[in-house]
């Protein structure tokens, strides 16, 4: 791995993946804020994914999580088909179910993903989190809930940083985040040996605001750097790797990049991912964000909803959403 401190948090790299140190920023310090958002501005710009360090959720919490992953993959399945995915996206997606293709420049033909993945969908306006009791695996709504309310706490708690990073107010998003769409994702990777056209993940970028992927000790994710190539994502301990999603990028007319990725599992071992997808409102409204106008489209992209969004990209990667308009 590659990693070169420097006197400065703010130009800190591992690879190709700037590292940025939130905990000040997140203690309401303002001058921390302000440095740490002019150093999100430039990742997001330039890199679309950053490592965060500081963001306090406890690595317990993220340890229990991936054996939460790896117990739930590994029960039988007539356990998982119990809760089989739905047209909301909550619940267990076996292998075969999915292939991403809404990045078409990216993907164009590509075969079924090897993956497999559970599904925690929407907190629900109660505040209850969406996860089954497995009575097979007791610890796991627990775990999982932990470490859902672990997640969407730190992305609230990210948005004065992005707005900042746009020069907007601190509380310019807060509007758009009342009753968030937000989904866990717990993949198992098995050990494969992929064909052409084959991976684990195929290449895409993400639907989401930001997406909060939990630090993960086996290798496998790449992402497509400017110049085309194709990057390693090195393993950077105690960090959350954090990316735009192609719904930030759209929202500021392009200001903020959404930076391709994908996934293959080539060791012996298997792999888990825990990506938190964090999104504005269902039915808010985005249209250009102030200061994101350019040249070239002066008004920004169409107005589109969260909602009409995910029903899009929904129907084009998931098998059982073929064919679905809402
Ligand atoms: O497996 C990974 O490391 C990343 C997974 C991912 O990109 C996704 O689920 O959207
Ligand atoms: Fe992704």
Not at 19 to 34: F, N, R, T
Not at 149 to 154: D, H, I, S
Request: glycine share 6%; proline share 11%.
């Amino acid at each position: 791995m590659a990693f070169h401190p420097s006197a400065e948090h703010s130009s800190m790299s591992a690879g190709p993946i700037p590292v940025l140190d939130i905990a000040a920023a997140l203690s309401g310090d303002p001058d921390a804020l302000e440095e740490t958002a002019a150093a999100l501005r430039t990742a997001s710009e330039e890199t679309g994914f950053v490592f965060m360090r500081g963001h306090g959720i406890p690595a317990e919490q993220i340890s229990d999580g991936f054996a939460a992953a790896e117990a739930f993959h590994a029960l039988p399945d007539a356990v998982k088909n119990r809760w089989p995915v739905n047209d909301a996206m909550e619940g267990y997606l076996s292998q075969g179910g999915a292939t991403f293709t809404t990045s078409p420049d990216l993907s164009a033909k590509n075969r079924s993903d090897r993956n497999a993945a559970f599904f925690i969908g929407e907190i629900r306006p109660d505040g209850a989190i969406p996860c089954p009791d497995i009575p097979e695996f007791p610890a796991f709504r627990p775990a999982v809930i932990a470490l859902y309310r672990a997640f969407l706490t730190l992305s609230l708690a990210l948005l004065p940083l992005y707005a900042r990073a746009l020069h907007l107010p601190a509380a310019a998003f807060a509007p758009a985040f009342r009753n968030p769409m937000t989904t866990l994702r717990l993949t198992h990777y098995p050990p494969a040996r992929y064909q052409p056209d084959e991976y684990g993940i195929a290449p895409h970028v993400d639907s989401s605001f930001i997406t909060l992927l939990a630090q993960n000790p086996v290798p496998g994710l790449q992402l497509r750097l400017r110049n085309g190539e194709w990057a390693d994502a090195p393993s950077l301990p105690g960090t959350l790797l954090v990316n735009t999603g192609d719904m930030l990028r759209r929202w500021t007319n392009d200001r903020f990049i959404a930076t391709p990725h994908r996934a293959s599992n080539a060791t012996a071992q298997d792999r888990y991912a825990i990506p938190f997808f964090f999104h504005p409102d269902p039915d808010y409204r985005m249209t250009c964000l102030p200061r994101c106008e350019m040249p070239e489209r002066p008004e920004g992209y169409p107005p589109l909803t969260p909602a009409e969004y995910m029903a899009w990209f929904n129907r084009n990667n998931y098998r059982h959403m073929a064919g679905k308009s809402a």
